[in-house]
């Protein structure tokens, strides 16, 4: 099975990308963990991202605040698909990272999900790995299954909760 490579911009990114890592786990997917700055290692993600394909890499999560830069500048090394996870900061709420995230020109598209979307991040690189994987795939329905029984499961007492308050 192909790896994913999640890069943070900074460390602070990691309660962010602990959720990542955490669905990637459930799913039994392989990962590396990384901190690279777009703007103070361009050199290490270049590195990184150039050699992706090559080291055994399928998906690339790149997860930024602020500037945001990190997905496209992964992107522009690589042609592996790279999911852009913009987080949110204490100055625009994550607004600026969710822009610079998506607004990406012509030729280096980076999938976004939500701001702090660690964990939709994880299960994107999953379909996207389980279009070659069919066990994956079976763990990914199996997991929209459960989640599925979860929700209704709260439904079935929600009546007698809201009677009560």
Not at 6 to 22: E, R
Not at 39 to 52: G, L, M, S
Not at 116 to 126: F, P
């Amino acid at each position: 099975m192909k790896k994913v490579g999640i890069i943070m911009g900074s460390d602070s990114d990691l309660p962010i990308l602990k959720k990542t890592a955490d669905m990637l786990d459930e799913l039994q997917i392989p990962y590396e963990v990384h901190v690279y700055s777009a703007h103070r290692t361009p050199e290490a993600v270049q590195e990184f991202a150039a050699n992706a394909k090559k080291n055994g890499f399928g998906v690339l999560i790149a997860a930024a605040g602020m500037a945001a830069h990190l997905g496209g500048v992964v992107a522009s090394w690589t042609t592996l698909p790279v999911i852009g996870i913009p987080c949110k900061s204490s100055v625009l709420d994550g607004m600026d990272a969710l822009l610079a995230t998506v607004m990406m020109p012509s030729g280096i598209p980076v999938a976004t999900v939500a701001i702090n979307g660690g964990a939709n991040a994880a299960l994107l690189a999953a379909q996207i790995l389980a279009l070659s994987d069919e066990e994956l795939d079976k763990r990914l329905a199996e997991k929209r299954k459960a989640d599925a029984e979860k929700v209704l499961k709260k439904d079935e007492g929600i009546e007698s909760r809201i009677r009560e308050s």
